[in-house]
């Protein structure tokens, strides 16, 4: 009796389902992320999703999990373009731009600080003075530096 209601079951594993439609279980898990995929392990709704869309022509396991995978790069490949439409995306020439017009800019600023306005600035203090005009010139580099890199968050922004 028992061996009569596992074979009117549905496979107990997705190794059999796999089996069952000719396939690798790779194959099988690559499938289940589709969103139309069957939920449960009923190989007959299985086989018929896998023949409806396609997927298995010819019994080919890697035809099947190479159709997976170009449906899944399609779907990130959708999703990057919506993150660029949305502005949640720079592209990489935009932040090198900025990045490099920001150094540029720091480069210039700490040659200043450092051999121009910090002699006059550090000239007959104490170094407790010395130490507090200091740490001013370090927060003005800082401040230089934070709003040269404002300049990524702004897309396509000219020098």
């Known amino acids: 009796m028992k061996a009569r209601r596992k074979q009117k079951s549905e496979p107990q594993t997705w190794d059999q389902v796999a089996d069952y439609l ?25 086989k018929e999703f896998v023949t409806a869309g396609g997927y298995l022509k010819g019994g080919s396991r890697r035809l099947t999990e190479i159709k997976v995978l170009i449906a899944e790069e399609e779907l990130r490949r959708r999703k ?56 001013g010139i370090g927060d003005e580099l800082r ?7 404002s300049q990524c968050t702004q897309p396509n922004q000219t020098a």
């Open 80 to 135: 990057r373009e919506n993150a660029i439409a949305e502005g949640e995306v720079l592209s990489l020439a935009d932040v090198q731009n900025a990045l490099q017009r920001a150094s540029a800019r720091m480069s210039q600023i700490i040659t200043y600080k450092l051999e121009t306005d910090a002699p006059a600035r550090l000239a007959g203090k104490e170094i407790t003075e010395m130490r507090a005009e200091l740490r």
């Open 143 to 149: 401040d230089v530096w934070n709003s040269g890199l």
């Open 22 to 46: 000719g396939c690798t279980r790779q194959a099988l898990v690559s499938l289940r992320r589709l969103a139309a995929a069957p939920k449960g392990k009923d190989p007959e709704e299985w």
